[in-house]
C-alpha cells in the first residue's frame, strides 16, 4: 500500500464497508417483523465501524481524541458481532454466514486495535 492520505487508503475502512455491505444483502432476507429491530440494529452497528473510523481520521491532530473514535468503531464491530451471534442462533444465519460473518468481525476488530495501539503513528501532531 502507498502513503495513506485518506481514510479511504486504509484496509480496515474498506474491510468495514465491505462487511456493512454485506450484512445489507444479507439481511434483506430476514423476516419482515425483524425490520425495526435486530435487521435495523445489525445494519446500524456495521455502518457505525466505517463512519467511526472515518470520524478518527478527521480527528488525528488530536492523539486522545483520534483513539476514542477508534475505540468507539471497536464498540460497533463487537456490537456487530454480538447481533451475528443472536442471528445464528434463531436461525437467520446458517453456521457458515455466521463464521464468515464473525470472522471478519474479528479481522476488523484485530486491525483497529492495532490503530489504537499505535496511535501516535497516525497522529500527524504526535510529539
Given at each position: 500500500?502507498?502513503l495513506i492520505k485518506r481514510h479511504q487508503d486504509l484496509d480496515v475502512y474498506w474491510n468495514a464497508?465491505?462487511?456493512?455491505?454485506?450484512?445489507?444483502?444479507?439481511?434483506?432476507?430476514?423476516?419482515?417483523?425483524?425490520?425495526?429491530?435486530?435487521?435495523?440494529?445489525?445494519?446500524?452497528?456495521?455502518?457505525?465501524?466505517?463512519?467511526?473510523?472515518a470520524e478518527a481520521w478527521g480527528r488525528r491532530?488530536?492523539?486522545?481524541?483520534?483513539?476514542?473514535?477508534?475505540?468507539?468503531?471497536?464498540?460497533?464491530?463487537?456490537?456487530?458481532?454480538?447481533?451475528?451471534?443472536?442471528?445464528?442462533?434463531?436461525?437467520?444465519?446458517?453456521?457458515?454466514?455466521?463464521?464468515?460473518?464473525?470472522?471478519?468481525?474479528?479481522?476488523?476488530?484485530?486491525?483497529?486495535?492495532?490503530?489504537?495501539?499505535?496511535?501516535?503513528?497516525?497522529?500527524?501532531?504526535?510529539?
Open positions: 500500500m502507498g464497508v465491505g462487511l456493512a455491505s454485506e450484512l445489507y444483502s444479507r439481511t434483506t432476507r430476514w423476516p419482515k417483523e425483524e425490520q425495526r429491530a435486530m435487521t435495523d440494529q445489525v445494519r446500524r452497528a456495521s455502518r457505525s465501524v466505517c463512519s467511526n473510523l491532530a488530536y492523539v486522545n481524541s483520534f483513539r476514542a473514535k477508534i475505540v468507539d468503531a471497536i464498540s460497533e464491530a463487537c456490537e456487530t458481532s454480538c447481533w451475528i451471534d443472536l442471528a445464528a442462533e434463531i436461525g437467520y444465519l446458517n453456521a457458515e454466514e455466521a463464521k464468515h460473518f464473525s470472522d471478519r468481525c474479528e479481522h476488523i476488530i484485530s486491525q483497529l486495535h492495532a490503530m489504537r495501539i499505535h496511535a501516535k503513528r497516525w497522529s500527524y501532531n504526535a510529539s
